[in-house]
Every structure is written in C-alpha cells, then in structure tokens.
C-alpha cells in the first residue's frame, strides 16, 4: 500500500483538484461515508456515485494502489482505527443485516483464519519460535483486548519456561517499571490490534532500543508497531460489532506454543509429569468425570 492509513483521507482531499470529475464524486463520497465505501464493490460504489465499476478501479489506481481491493482494505484498517464503540457496532449491524448472525460469523472467522494461513511469513514465524526457545527472557506484552491473547500466551508459555513476564499495563509508569531491565537476549512478545494503544508502541520502542529482540503479532504491515519488529507477525482481523474478532491471532499464537513445546519437548514433557503429581496430590481438577 502506498500510505499509512492514517493519512489517506487527507490525501483524497489534496488530490481533488487532479481528479476527473467521474473521480470527484468517488472521492467525495469516501471523504464523506469511508465507513460504508469500505465495505462496497467497486460496482456498487459507483452504481451509488454514478461513474462506471472501471473508474472507480481507475481511482484506486491513481492513489497509487494496484487495484481496487486494495484501496478497499486501506479504508477498512482506517475505520478499525478511527470509528468509536458505538460506530463500530452500527456499521457491523449494517453488514450482517437480520439474517442468521451465528452462521455468518462463524463463516467471517473461518475467512480470517485461511487469510492468515495463506498469507503469514513462514521464515518469521519460525526466526519467532527459536528467539522464544533460546530468549533469556520473555516479555510478553498487549493491551485492551490484545490482553487476553498475551494473558493466553502467558499461561501457555509458563508451563514450559521459568524465564516468561507477564507485563501488566494498568499505567504506563508500573509498565516501564516491569520492562525497565529488559534488553540484549530477552524476548519481547507484544500483541496489537485496533484501536491501537500508545502504551504497548511506547514499551514496544523502549525494547527495541534495548536490544531486544522484538515479536510483533498484528494485523498489518502499517500497523504503528510493525517497524519495530525483528520478526512480524500479521494476522487477520476484523470488526465483529464493537470489538474486533482474534480468531487468527489466537491461532498463531496455538501455532507458537506447540512449535516451541516441540522444540523442547525432553523438559516439557517432565515440567507436566511434576505438574501431574501436584495437580493430583491437591486435587487441582476434579476428577468424578473420570
């Protein structure tokens, strides 16, 4: 893509003097309902401005994109970042009409999981898994909902490593309080997704410049956290009402944990042989079930 998003919507308005008239009233329209045009064809974006599907491809093309999807997918990751909690919800309401809501987003999750496999950096994953096995440290850091995911990976890498830390951002001073000591050999594992949070890009900078090694898991190469990374991470997401759906993310993240149990599957399968006695010992699980 040719622009942060951020900065497409000044851009549309910059180019109007530029643009044909059949242009103009595209941009018009997206400078005025980006949160619908996202979500249109480009045959239905101009059957509603009233300029031919070709020229609205044309448009997209003299933003610098290579097609129309890809104008598309730019006004999708702008509204993710820009529309409140109530918009969001209105314009994901829009979408899924008054059919069958289970269905559809189900189908909706399955399309951002296949995305994600088609599309992740196999060599980053991979660079992901050994930095994590062979860390000093591993910090592992999200915010807003991405704390459920880092939370996830917490508990999944504490069954395997005595080295994981689990950065709490209730404020910005405890966090830098918690990463203050990280640097050269640690990991730091951070999670980002719309609405981007200034604390994880501010813990994510400090890490980089102390030499940490940096895991990036979003949802975009534009994403503010991505130019940081040693290894990135993109997953797909997308709105489901007003929060977002981590499906793929959650999936990446399960990827991680079982390529990093099978690089070190000797210690794991021990560390979970103790943990069995413990567990029985004071009756952790109940086992009437069994």
Do not use: C
């Not at 180019?15 to 239905?44: N, W």
């Not at 999708?76 to 529309?83: D, E, V």
Request: aromatic share 8%; proline share 2%; no cysteine.
């Amino acid at each position: 893509m040719p622009m942060m998003n951020g900065d497409l919507l000044k851009i549309i308005e910059d180019g109007m003097p530029t643009f044909s008239k059949g242009q103009r009233l595209i941009a018009a329209y997206i400078l005025k309902h980006y949160e619908k045009a996202a979500y249109l064809t480009a045959s239905r974006l101009g059957t509603i401005v009233g300029v031919s599907e070709s020229t609205v491809v044309r448009f997209a093309n003299e933003l610098g994109f290579e097609g129309y999807p890809e104008l598309q997918q730019a006004l999708k990751k702008l509204i993710r970042s820009r529309l409140t909690s109530v918009q969001r919800m209105e314009v994901t309401n829009s979408l899924i009409g008054e059919g069958d809501i289970l269905e559809k987003v189900l189908s909706s999750d399955i399309s951002k999981i296949r995305q994600t496999m088609e599309e992740i950096d196999r060599q980053s994953f991979d660079d992901a898994v050994d930095r994590i096995v062979n860390a000093k440290n591993i910090y592992i850091i999200g915010v807003r909902s991405s704390s459920t995911l880092a939370g996830f990976l917490n508990y999944s890498l504490r069954m395997i490593f005595d080295n994981v830390r689990f950065v709490q951002t209730t404020s910005g001073s405890e966090m830098f309080e918690q990463i203050m000591q990280v640097g050269g050999g640690d990991v730091m594992f951070a999670i980002s997704f719309p609405r981007y949070s200034t604390r994880i890009i501010n813990a994510v900078e400090y890490a980089k410049g102390r030499g940490a090694d940096v895991v990036a898991l979003t949802d975009s190469k534009l994403s503010p956290i991505a130019a940081y990374a040693d290894q990135l991470l993109i997953a797909h997401s997308d709105m489901a009402s007003f929060m977002d759906s981590l499906v793929a993310p959650l999936s990446i993240i399960n990827a991680i944990v079982v390529a990093v149990a099978r690089k070190k599957q000797d210690e794991v399968s021990e560390r979970l042989r103790v943990l069995e006695e413990v567990w029985d010992r004071y009756d952790v699980y109940d086992k009437k079930g069994q």
